[in-house]
């Protein structure tokens, strides 16, 4: 009998390159949820998995087979274009919003038909958020109200000390937000952009099916800075200095004392989408029960609008890249189990808002309180060759922070911080369902000193790939694979963190007075609100 060739356990730039260059390939049509794109990828990862020896981690069936696919409905609004959209002003102002110039909308529930109408309300940021003793809505009830706030949280140039400084902090995060005005009543949420620009609404009309209900807030949407400038009431002052009241401390809301009524259509679709979910138990009986769950998104965005005739948006970076390495992880950890169990997650809809990630948060196999720490692998940055620095994001929030240290210092690399802090990375990838669930959670990735080439050839790189090629159909193999030993390099770092966090007696925990602190026990009572 032959022994197993000894470099079995290797993860080779060959096998990283073989597997990126096919699943980022035109076969698998930009790997769009509920496509013929998404049954050729599910398929290919289930197959790759079952090859490795991974035990299926989905939950039973209903025929008791074990299964690798966790079904995740998504409800999906497109708009009614035949219908008009209506916008009414009353009260101290009447007239009317221009849709689609001044307003635009998202409807929020099941129902195709949104009517509702209700007083405008400026709220700010629309944040509550004791430990920064910040609270916009001091004073205000927001109970059938339309609220209008902005996007983001507080910033004062130069002011390092407010929340995070420009690191951006949890409270700045949209869904939250949204969530926070819905709890306290309000019937509508509509955005504004200090810099007069809103963002259609279009990224935020899908939402997973199971957190949708029609009697919370009935609408999304933006309204422009010269629209609310307008709106607001004589006494108030300026817009610009409304905005930079929002800035500081002691800012109130501000009634305008003008209704809204809104009415308008959608057609909502409910798509049948899946995570892909296998298991490697682990060896240890006593640390067994409890999971190492990494995670990278399949999703990409599928077929759409041609670009220099190219109409497949492969998202070879954006997250093939990270679905490679979590396969190349997956092979060598079946064949080396540790003690605790690997959970290797294959989300879907991450590109819809974390849709897949915060489905197997809510309602996957695993509970959260068996989750010890969530690893996430989206970044493909190290796709442009190998590094002398790690920027796993989350570092500073719990003690994983402490493991990155050590298993950098063992890789001859240094720990730099986020070399984007402004962009709230951490915020905008599928670690963060994890983290606000309760569970200690990285955003991996290796830093910007790169080998051999200069910070300014990196940032250049950087500024090509998101003005170029992000969410592109040039988001492919042969344009943004430059250098796969980087690849190669944050296999094995992220194979260095695994294998210690699997390993070690004590499961990680978030630091004292950190923004996700909270004491495991708490973990599974409160992993689905949102
Ligand atoms: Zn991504």
């Given at each position: 009998m032959l022994g197993q060739a000894p470099d079995s356990l290797a993860i080779t730039t060959r096998e990283l390159a073989a597997r990126l260059r096919f699943f980022s390939s035109d076969l698998f049509e930009g790997r769009y949820p509920g496509t013929r794109g998404e049954a050729l990828t599910t398929g290919y990862l289930v197959s790759e998995l079952q090859s490795f020896g991974l035990r299926p981690g989905a939950a039973s069936t209903a025929n008791g087979t074990a299964g690798w696919l966790q079904p995740v409905q998504l409800l999906v609004q497109r708009p009614d274009s035949g219908s008009p959209v209506e916008a009414r002003l009353t009260g101290r102002i009447s007239g009317q919003l221009a849709p689609g110039k001044e307003v635009t909308f998202a409807n929020t529930g099941r129902s195709p038909n949104v009517s509702t109408a209700g007083e405008l309300v400026f709220v700010g940021y629309g944040i509550d958020a004791p430990m920064y003793r910040w609270n916009d809505f001091a004073g205000i009830n927001l109970r059938g109200k339309i609220a209008i706030m902005i996007f983001g949280e507080p910033t004062v140039e130069g002011d390092t000390l407010r929340f995070n400084g420009v690191r951006a902090s949890r409270f700045s995060w949209l869904t939250d937000k949204v969530a926070e005005m819905d709890r306290r009543g309000a019937v509508g949420v509509l955005l504004i952009r200090p810099d007069g620009s809103f963002q259609s609404p279009f990224r935020v009309s899908r939402y997973l099916a199971s957190d949708?209900?029609?009697?919370?807030?009935r609408f999304f949407g933006g309204l422009t800075d010269s629209a609310l400038a307008r709106l607001l009431p004589p006494k108030s002052g300026s817009l610009e200095k409304l905005l930079k009241a929002a800035d500081r401390p002691g800012f109130r809301s501000l009634p305008l004392g003008v209704n809204l009524a809104v009415r308008f259509r959608t057609e909502p679709t409910l798509v049948t989408s899946h995570n892909v979910i296998g298991t490697v138990p682990g060896t240890d009986s006593s640390l067994a029960s409890q999971h190492v769950v990494l995670s990278a998104h399949w999703d990409a965005y599928g077929i759409g609008k041609p670009v220099k005739g190219d109409s497949i948006y492969n998202g070879a970076l954006d997250d093939g890249s990270g679905v490679t390495a979590m396969l190349a992880l997956a092979r060598v950890f079946a064949a080396h189990p540790q003690r605790r169990s690997l959970t290797f997650l294959f989300t879907t809809a991450e590109e819809w808002g974390l849709l897949g990630a915060h489905a197997f948060v809510c309602a996957?196999?695993?509970p959260m309180e068996r989750v010890a720490a969530n690893l996430n692998l989206d970044d493909g940055l190290e796709l442009l060759g190998p590094k002398r620095d790690a920027a796993p994001l989350?570092?500073?929030?719990?003690?994983l922070g402490q493991t990155i240290q050590q298993v950098a210092v063992k890789s001859g690399l240094r720990v730099s911080p986020d070399p984007y802090p402004a962009e709230g990375y951490f915020l905008r990838a599928d670690n963060y369902p994890f983290a606000r669930a309760g569970v200690p959670a990285l955003y991996m990735a290796l830093g910007t000193d790169a080998v051999g080439s200069s910070r300014q050839y990196v940032d250049a790189k950087v500024k090509e790939y998101l003005e170029r090629?992000?969410?592109?159909?040039?988001?492919e193999y042969e344009t943004v694979?430059?250098?796969?030993e980087g690849s190669r390099q944050y296999a094995e770092f992220v194979r260095g963190v695994t294998t210690t966090v699997a390993n070690e007696e004590r499961a990680p925990s978030w630091l004292p007075?950190?923004?996700?602190?909270?004491?495991r026990k708490q973990v599974a009572t409160t992993r689905c609100a949102r």
């Open positions: 949708v209900r029609d009697d919370g807030i996957g196999p695993v989350g570092v500073e929030l719990s003690t090629d992000y969410h592109q159909p040039s988001d694979a430059l250098n796969l007075g950190g923004e996700f602190e909270r004491p």
